[in-house]
């Protein structure tokens, strides 16, 4: 069984990554010491029909009494409202300040479920358990959580870090082929940023399959959890680096109703904006962004913006972002694969162009 250990003194924590873990859940809640409370399960209504049952079933045989709380599928779930519905029925089932919360699903769950941890009877311990490739690879480990606003994404929310994360790869093979597909943007993100090497074994794997090895999953892992050890709250231009496509492609998922376009497919154009914006800026080569464009598509991940979808609207929300730091504009670019850095050079004239780009097929 792989394990990647987050140091983070006394907040630290195991992400354990093994197939069939799923099952054996209760068992390594309890080793963890969070065994014997109540135990709120919080999941979407697809992945709770696939796999709740086996996560209650080993739960209630390690001694744990778990209530499950089910939300509807989906970006629209991430909201205050839906969070405050969470905390009541978690107090209707007779939880308290020694309950904790079990997320089951992908980083909508995974969000959401950690700021309902983080908040209910001023914060209690949270498991996440990850099913999509976006949760596994990326949001279920470095304790952001939050919730969406109209005004755009993220906007509220707090850092509460798992005590524990479980990642059983089997769970990805309930996962339609859209859903797969757009969570290998996040692992290509990291390549991009951190591990050069890992583009090719990205790039030998079946995206039409489910299949993905335990070994790349902890190896993306390993790459958040050593950015977040380096700068967990954000704080010193190294977790920033994770923003890496996030500025544009959260404009972008903001600009639209949540939950039409999926997360993964909106970061896919925002790299393939700060690609661009690489290009203008540090002298990207451009047979390094046209490699990272080809695995995008090779996931088939949109690379065009629809046409109605208007920059101005764009500029909007991302102004809202949270990476924009007293007016100025924060923006990731890329160096070289692997090599990526803070920069503070680009321009709101350069934001519209990169939006402008995307409406262009590429070459
Ligand atoms: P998601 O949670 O909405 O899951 C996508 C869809 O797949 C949903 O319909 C869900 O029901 C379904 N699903 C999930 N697991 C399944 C399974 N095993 N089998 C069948 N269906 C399954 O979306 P996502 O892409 O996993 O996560 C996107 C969210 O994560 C966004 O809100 C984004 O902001 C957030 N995020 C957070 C961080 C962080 O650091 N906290 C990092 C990246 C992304
Ligand atoms: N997904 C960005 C971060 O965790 O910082």
Known sequence: MSCVHVNLAER?????????????AGALIDQAGLGGRRTAVISDERVAGFH???????????????????????????????AEILCRD???????????????GGGVVGDLAGFVAAIFCRGIPLVQIPTTIVAQVDSSVGGKTGVNVA??????????????????????????????CEGFAEAIKHAAIRDAAMLAELAALDPDGREVPAELI????????RIVEADEHETRD??????????????????????????????????????FLSQRHCQLAPAASRTLLDLLQKYHLPLVLDAAIATPTIIEKLARDKKFAAGNIRFVLLDAPGHAHVSEVVTLADLRDAIEHLREVPE
């Open 218 to 225: 902890a190896r993306n892992i390993a790459i958040k959890a």
């Open 12 to 24: 630290s924590y195991d992400v354990w990554v093994e197939p069939g873990l799923l099952g054996r």
């Open 238 to 275: 190294i977790r920033a680096l994770l923003n890496f496509g996030h500025t544009i492609g959260h404009g972008i998922e903001a600009a639209i109703p949540y939950g039409q376009m999926l997360h993964g497919e909106a970061i896919a154009l925002g790299l393939r904006a700060a690609l």
């Open 52 to 82: 709740s049952e086996a996560l209650l079933g080993s739960l209630v045989a390690a001694g744990c009494r778990p209530s499950l709380h089910v939300i509807a599928a989906g970006e629209v779930s991430k909201t205050m409202a839906q």
């Open 151 to 180: 005004e755009g994404k993220n906007l509220l929310g707090c850092f509460h870090q798992p005590h524990l994360v479980l990642v059983d790869p089997q769970t990805l093979r309930t996962l339609p082929q859209r859903e797969f």
């Open 90 to 104: 978690m107090i209707c089932a007779g939880h308290d300040r020694h309950s904790l919360v079990v997320a089951l």
